[in-house]
């Protein structure tokens, strides 16, 4: 059993597949210290450390009980089990899905830990408000699709350039989003424009 913010499970949502045809992808995936979800695009971790066996969470189930306006938690109790509950930790409403404990068995979760980088040239970046993430990563060439990034309002942003994995983590470092750039080279057209620009500039001072 473990417990998440409602924003920890909106984050876990928005990562997470709806209709893949690798099935576990369409699941929130929970460790003895992790909840994870992956579209292959992003993935977030949100660390728990509550010591539970390996769970699986529908995302359907998960969309669901997210739509009740009370809640501000929620219990994972078991495979496909989720409970909402307030601000007094009175449940409110359990959902649930029957599946049999073979397809549990035969799932496997991507080796989401492989994918966080270990090491970063820009590193621990704050940011104050979600608005500026784009615009900081755009200050060192790095383009990412605002469909793919968190729902945090203050935090860090660490990145090793434009093409290789953006790390952003919620103020508390509980919440670690990963997410691929897009490398379309639209950086290094600004560059060629301000180069000529530049060079046209300088040739009508002389």
């Not at 450390?49 to 929620?74: G, V």
């Not at 790095?142 to 945090?152: A, D, G, Q, S, T």
């Amino acid at each position: 059993m473990i417990k998440l913010t409602k924003n920890q499970l909106k984050n876990l949502i928005m990562s997470c597949d709806t209709n893949n045809p690798k099935y576990e992808l369409n699941f929130i995936f929970i460790d003895k210290e992790n909840a994870v979800s992956t579209n292959t695009r992003c993935v977030t971790i949100v660390e728990h450390n509550q010591n539970t066996e390996e769970m699986w969470l529908h995302i359907s189930l998960a969309k669901t009980a997210i739509k009740d306006s009370k809640a501000t938690h929620f219990i994972i109790e078991s495979n496909n089990s989720i409970i909402s509950t307030d601000k007094d930790e009175f449940h409110i409403m359990r959902y649930s899905i029957d599946m049999t404990d073979y397809t549990y068995s035969t799932m496997k979760f991507p080796d989401y830990k492989r994918i966080i980088p270990q090491s970063f040239t820009k590193q621990n970046i704050p940011f104050t408000d979600a608005s500026q993430i784009n615009g900081i990563l755009a200050l060192d060439e790095v383009n990412v699709n605002p469909k793919y990034l968190p729902l945090i309002s203050e935090g860090y942003i660490s990145h090793n350039g434009e093409t290789m994995p953006v790390m952003i983590q919620d103020v508390d470092k509980l919440i670690t989003h990963v997410v691929m750039p897009i490398n379309d080279g639209r950086f290094k057209e600004l560059k060629d424009y301000l180069k000529k620009t530049k060079w046209v500039l300088q040739k009508n001072n002389n």
